[in-house]
């Protein structure tokens, strides 16, 4: 999402898009995938992650983790719950970042000031994943 990548100053947003083209004589591409915690956002978040594990996503891909956005105040929906469960299970890291009713009120991200400690905390971990030695997965 546009909002965490403009927060943690790490990667892009590609949208919708497939899986990043890789040739084999590129660099790796480390990816992070992000979702809202809905039903419909974990829904394809698990949709991404079943085609990494089967190597759809081609050998130069290095999947990091997913990132789950709340999408309110409230708790998950149990179904979105589980489905994090479950992607745990078979992404190397799933990371939540919870509700930020500053950003409603935002036009840019860091219009809010400080970042809240999760997103600050993800951005340090992803910060260190991205230049860690590559491992298989």
């Known amino acids: ?35 809202r915690a809905t039903a419909h956002g974990t829904w394809a978040a698990t949709g991404a992650v079943e085609q990494w594990r089967r190597r759809v996503t081609g050998s130069q891909v290095r999947l990091l983790g997913v990132v789950a956005v709340a999408a309110s105040q409230k708790r998950p929906p149990r179904i979105a719950t589980e489905r994090l469960q479950l992607l745990a299970g078979w992404a190397p890291n799933v990371w ?20 809240p400690p999760d997103v600050e905390h993800l951005r340090h971990t992803l910060a260190g994943a991205v230049h860690a030695p590559l491992e298989t997965r």
């Open 96 to 115: 939540h970042i919870g509700w930020t009713e500053a950003l409603l009120a935002a036009d840019h991200p860091t219009d809010i000031g400080a970042h």
């Open 1 to 35: 999402m546009t909002t965490l990548a403009q927060q943690t100053g790490i990667g892009v947003d590609l949208g919708t898009a497939a899986w990043p083209t890789v040739e084999q004589d590129m660099p790796l591409a480390s990816v992070v995938l992000v979702c």
